[in-house]
């Protein structure tokens, strides 16, 4: 069986509930139950449901939804559970590899037994890892806009996209004007916006946390103007030349602004993966320990997210890294992402490992898209074309990132423990803490990265 493309061990933003996506099954067809992104349902009735492959679902699909031929690229099917993801490839047979669910939660996730035994995936239609930001641009039917939409509504929503609270603000009032209707002073459903607060901001930004360790957190200001700086963005929020019509298709400026704004995210896209790293040493014992994280893996880079925090701690692109991953028996798998930084003003070499059972899984999907960035970027340099009136961003490699001081997006290199070094021909010079390691092969062609081997200077350690 081939290995999934895309897997993570936190629930999604969809996985509400408990779910199966096969409803009954007899000797000649299925009912095979479908979710979207907005949790509805699409009923398919299916004959031979144990050889259907993930492709044939797909088009059955997109005729129920009457979707464009886009939708092929921009949408794949997703097994999903609250325990793992995985995004399957056209050729993959659904019926197959949900009977083999167990299997890959017992390869790919730390999850106790009795939760495996009890897991079951749902068949999600979900947007395509691999569908690059500056295809989706050009896409102007109104139900593919709402999925999308949709898909990345939940993500902000689940903070499985870490925002800053004035980004969580200009979202969320997008989404008040899809929900709501334009802005009107006094009308019912803007004095109801608190009762839902939920549904436009995430939730650490709706708790009106008081006190004195909301206070010491910092977070208990940002709680309170959330409201508030809600109801300013909303009443921003511009109207097209047919706002006054009540059709749906007035919607689609909104969702296309929606999802732009998104692309501002530099993990917007991405498949997300469980894993943990190392905490730096702390106190007089130096004691440490371990701190669960995401690594969001996407076209663009790989972003390794605190799930506590809700913020970046490393963020790389590929061309800024040189990665790896080890097997080792009777030891957790692990993922090495090597990377330029500094010590104390000595340029170094740092690595950071993440421990995971998705360690294979992450390095493969590195690999994959890089391979695909390589090969789609003139493509998409032609195609993409400059600025335009009409909204459009420029090309991947000239979107500017969001560079607000102290943002989440930001990487925290200070929070992470690294081993640090240099290479003095074969052999290795080591920063404290004293760690012996090799490089690795595994990066972009010689000229195509900026990452750099660093030469030693006097005043680090021999080891």
């Known amino acids: ?11 999604g933003p969809a996985d509400r509930s408990h779910r199966s996506s096969v409803s009954s099954v007899g000797a000649r067809a299925a009912d095979v139950l479908v979710y979207l992104a907005d949790d509805s349902m699409v009923p398919l009735a299916v004959e031979n449901l144990p050889s259907l492959s993930a492709h044939e679902l797909h088009r059955a699909i997109r005729e129920v939804l009457q979707l464009p031929d ?30 083999q669910w167990q299997e890959l939660l017992l390869r790919f996730t730390d999850a106790p037994d009795d939760d495996v035994a009890m897991d079951e995936p749902s068949l999600q239609f979900r947007r395509n890892v691999f569908f690059p930001k500056w295809r989706e641009l050009q896409i102007h039917d109104k139900e593919v806009l709402r999925l999308l939409y949709e898909e990345a509504k939940g993500n902000v929503l689940a903070a499985r996209y870490p925002c800053d609270v004035e980004d969580c603000e200009a979202l969320g009032a997008l989404v008040c004007r899809v929900q709501l209707g334009p802005y009107q002073p006094g009308q019912p459903a803007v004095c109801a916006l608190r009762e839902k607060l939920d549904s436009f901001l995430p ?13 010491l957190r910092g977070r208990g200001a940002k709680a309170g103007m959330g409201e508030q700086g809600l109801l300013n963005a909303y009443r921003r929020v511009q109207e097209g ?16 602004a929606y999802l732009l704004k998104c692309h501002e995210l530099p993990f917007y896209g991405c498949a997300f993966f469980h894993g943990e790293i190392d905490k730096p040493a702390q106190g007089f014992l130096h004691r440490g320990g371990r701190k669960p994280v995401s690594v969001a893996i996407s076209l663009d880079g790989v972003h390794v997210i605190d799930c506590r925090e809700k913020h970046v701690l490393l963020g790389l692109r590929f061309q800024e890294l040189s990665w790896d991953h080890t097997s080792p028996e009777e030891e957790e ?38 391979e695909l960035s390589q090969a789609a970027e003139p493509a998409a340099s032609h195609e ?21 001081q102290g943002s989440v997006v930001c990487s925290r290199i200070q929070h992470l423990s690294t081993i640090d070094y240099v ?12 760690r012996s390691t090799s490089f690795f092969s595994r990066q972009l062609s010689l000229g195509q990265g900026s990452y750099t081997v660093v030469q030693p200077a006097d005043s680090l350690e021999q080891g």
């Open 1 to 11: 069986m081939d290995g999934p493309e895309g897997s993570t061990g936190q629930p």
């Open 70 to 99: 886009i939708a092929l690229d921009a949408f794949a099917l997703w097994l999903v559970s609250p325990l793992l993801e995985v995004q399957l490839k056209p050729k993959h047979q659904p019926y197959k590899l949900g009977r």
């Open 203 to 215: 939730a650490h930004l709706c708790k009106r946390g008081h006190g004195l360790f909301a206070a």
């Open 241 to 256: 030349a047919n706002s006054d019509s009540e059709c749906e298709a007035s919607l689609s400026p909104h969702y296309r």
């Open 333 to 370: 798998p692990v993922l090495w992402l090597e990377f330029d930084g500094d010590s104390e003003g000595t340029p170094v070499n740092k690595l950071l490992k993440v421990y995971s059972k998705q360690a294979e899984l992450m390095s493969s999907l590195i690999e994959y898209c890089i």
């Open 384 to 404: 993409a074309g400059p600025t335009s009136a009409s909204g459009s961003l420029p090309p991947p490699h000239q979107r500017p990132q969001l560079r607000r």
């Open 423 to 434: 290479e003095e021909g074969e052999t290795i010079k080591r920063v404290k803490p004293k």
